[in-house]
């Protein structure tokens, strides 16, 4: 592989997973510490927070593995090289 | 606005709250493997046996992600102070053998494993139209 296209491949998959994973990161922080909250004031919607808790943090995730695929076909199955 | 510091209201057992939680789980689990069985059949029949199975290797890999993240939200908060990435490296083990390994394609792969959000999708939408009248 072109030395100039691997390192640009390298950088590129370390941006993609880089940037993609703060976003969601955020999104995930918040979005747990605010379901432990919940779950500390109302006990007995434990189950109905949880269950929200995994839709959102199962969505919120897709958008890390987005750029994780990028990043892991550049570094494994690069198109260019 | 209710009143949850009110003495009169009764808290269920937490066993009995985190039902609805289970369910849900259950609930996700069932509607993932109907639409993989859905696919499966049809990518078999329109593509090849071949991306039909890489198809279902995804989709299986994508229920392994759905209960290992399952099992880290039933956790947190209880046992650990945050969830894990147990199931990241699921799907970056997956991904890495799908590269490398000739007879695996990284599309239907990828593609199988995106069902859970499918089911995702469906679940919600199904929840926001059964009850108009919650909100």
Redesign the interface.
């Known amino acids: 592989m072109n030395p100039m296209i691997a390192s640009a491949s390298v950088l590129a998959a370390a941006l993609a997973i880089g940037l993609a994973a703060i976003g969601p990161g955020i999104g995930q922080g918040n979005a747990s510490g605010s379901a432990v909250e919940g779950i500390a004031r109302q006990p007995e919607a434990e189950g109905k927070i949880r269950g929200t808790l995994l839709l959102t943090l199962a969505f919120m995730e897709s958008l890390t593995i987005y750029g994780l695929v990028i990043a892991l076909v550049l570094l494994f199955a690069n198109p260019f090289a | 606005m209710s009143d949850?510091s009110n003495s009169d209201?009764v808290?269920?057992p937490?066993g009995?709250?985190?039902?609805?939680?289970?369910q849900?789980?259950r609930e996700l689990l069932l509607i993932t493997l109907g639409l993989t069985g859905i696919i499966f059949i049809c990518v078999w029949y329109f593509y090849s046996t071949n991306i039909a199975l890489n198809y279902l290797l995804g989709a299986c890999t994508g229920v392994v992600y759905?209960k290992l993240?399952?099992r880290n939200?039933?956790r947190?908060?209880r046992e650990k102070a945050?969830?894990g990435k147990s199931?990241?490296a699921v799907?970056?083990g997956l991904?890495?053998v799908a590269?490398?390994w000739n007879q695996l394609h990284?599309m239907p792969v990828?593609l199988g494993f995106?069902t859970?959000?499918g089911t995702?999708l469906i679940?919600?939408f199904r929840s926001l139209m059964s009850t108009p009248g919650d909100r």
């Open positions: 949850v209201t808290s269920p937490a009995d709250s985190m039902q609805e939680f289970y849900l789980q759905l993240l399952a939200v039933e947190l908060g945050q969830t199931h990241i799907f970056v991904i890495i590269t490398q990284v990828f995106l859970y959000k995702l679940y919600t």
